[in-house]
């Protein structure tokens, strides 16, 4: 890069090869706006791979593929993972007084074995590990019926999520009583306890792959929150569609409270709850 901060005019000029690389291998759009922004991830990872050229490092995108390839490695450093526990108050009240009781009385009275709840787009598992606590407070004696399953396309952020040990900032939101009894304190973090993360598993998953999600035991709840805004219109509605193929024709779709559907042509009503609202399946 000059002193400027703009990169060589090599790179610049594949912008749109890299832009379309990501968009068609993950979905995820950047738009011109925000070329500087990709253009330095390349830079970062043609210095990670001793790659001299950006030719040669998009050569190397196209002929390294599957988990632990030069691919992954693209997706971990473009996707962006900023997240904590109890994220959104008001999502995680609905979720406690209205989703979760409503869904745990239908698992009863259907002699469901699970209530199946997918984290999409999970980060490093804070969410997922969020639900998990909720229900262990909340509903206790529910706690070993219920499956979580958080996905997402960085395999870093998976492992890191399988590890369960998090910052003070990412666990600034929980209360001292949660604190203390579902976490182990390890210097200045904290470990999830075995008994939460027993109810949670994380897997590496393309969301706009559509057999990706076919894998995962059939969700009750989807939660899709605050990762939308990454996709373009087309990608969108591919991830819309791929959920509406697996999710139970009672369940649920959450989004991020900025998050919408709107605009798109896609197979469910909305829902409003208190503050909030969601998504569920069209009636045929």
């Known amino acids: 890069m000059t002193a400027q901060g ?36 390349v830079q970062a990872r043609m210095d990670a ?7 040669e490092y998009l050569a190397l995108l196209n002929t390294s593929r599957g988990r632990g390839s030069e691919q992954w490695a693209f997706f971990n450093q473009t996707t962006v993972n900023e997240t904590f526990f109890f994220r959104d108050d008001v999502q995680f009240a609905v979720f406690k007084d209205k989703l979760l009781p409503e869904l ?66 990412s666990v600034r939101n929980c209360s001292p009583q949660q604190l203390g009894v579902y976490f182990t304190p390890e210097g200045d973090k904290y470990r999830v306890k075995p008994d939460v993360k027993q109810m949670v598993s994380f897997q590496v ?23 939308l805004i990454y996709f373009d219109k087309e990608s969108k509605l591919k991830v819309i569609q791929a959920f509406a193929s697996v999710l139970q024709p009672h369940g649920t779709l959450i989004l991020g409270r900025t998050e919408s559907l709107f605009g798109l042509d896609h197979p469910f009503n909305l829902v409003h709850f208190l503050r909030s609202c969601g998504y569920r399946l069209k009636t045929k």
């Open 205 to 227: 998953v393309n969301l706009i792959d559509p057999g990706s999600l076919r894998g995962l035991p059939r969700p009750d709840l989807i939660l899709c929150r605050n990762a």
């Open 104 to 169: 745990l009385q239908l698992r009863r009275r259907n002699r469901q074995r699970k209530l199946n709840i997918l984290s999409a787009a999970s980060s490093s598992g804070e969410e997922a590990y969020s639900l998990a606590i909720l229900i262990q407070q909340q509903f206790p004696m529910e706690q070993n019926f219920v499956s979580i399953t958080g996905v997402d396309i960085n395999s870093d952020v998976i492992d890191r999520a399988k590890e369960g040990l998090y910052n003070r900032y």
């Open 49 to 55: 791979t001793g790659k001299r050229t950006p030719k």
């Open 6 to 41: 703009k990169h060589a005019p090599e790179l610049t000029a594949l912008f749109p090869e890299f832009q379309s690389f990501l968009y068609e291998a993950a979905g995820i759009y950047f738009p011109l706006e925000n070329r500087e922004r990709l253009l330095g991830h």
